[in-house]
């Protein structure tokens, strides 16, 4: 996925997420309607920081 329909918020300071980010991005489509948004404060319920989310059609994902 290219940047424009991949966007970082804030870039990680640690390489290893910098690593997973990074093949978590080249996995995904670079077509519509496909987006995906990295590094971000939100805090699921279970109380951990999501590293990136992605939506697609009528679903969405985390890590």
Request: aromatic share 12%.
């Amino acid at each position: 996925m290219q940047e424009g329909r991949w966007t970082t918020i804030t870039p990680s300071q640690f390489s290893h997420e910098r690593e997973a980010l990074a093949h978590v991005q080249a996995l995904l489509p670079d077509t519509e309607p496909y987006r995906a948004w990295s590094n971000f404060t939100f805090t699921a319920q279970t109380g951990h920081p999501m590293r990136s989310i992605c939506w697609w059609r009528d679903r969405a994902g985390s890590t």
